[in-house]
């Protein structure tokens, strides 16, 4: 695959998660990111699967301090993984520092 069509199809997920989670206005970008990356249900949650995320429980009610809850998304196979620790509070900061 060339690095133009990786970015396309890149793009293309990214439009798909961004517009699942429109709903959440200015929060919706880090919400796609993170679906992209841990797939939606771990967010959105799934009847037997998956439970709603405390990190989405937080934005619907309002809560802005969800730092903690965004990065905690960095666990592989049970295990929590530090460059995915690293990953997470690199987009925290990309998003929502200024």
């Known amino acids: 695959m060339s690095l133009v069509e990786a970015d396309l199809l890149l793009r293309k997920d990214l439009k798909k998660f961004c517009g ?8 919706s970008l880090l919400l796609a990111a993170l ?3 841990v797939g939606p249900y ?6 037997k699967k998956y439970p709603k995320s405390t990190l989405l429980k937080k934005i619907e009610a309002g809560i802005r301090d969800f730092k903690s809850d965004y990065v905690q998304f960095c666990r592989w196979k049970g295990k ?3 460059s995915i620790e690293r990953r997470r509070y690199a987009e925290w900061t990309l998003l929502y520092i200024r």
């Not at 771990?42 to 009847?47: E, P, S």
């Open 42 to 47: 771990r967010i959105l949650g799934c009847k």
């Open 80 to 82: 929590k993984i530090p």
């Open 35 to 37: 679906a992209y990356n």
């Open 20 to 27: 699942m989670f429109s709903a959440y206005g200015k929060d």
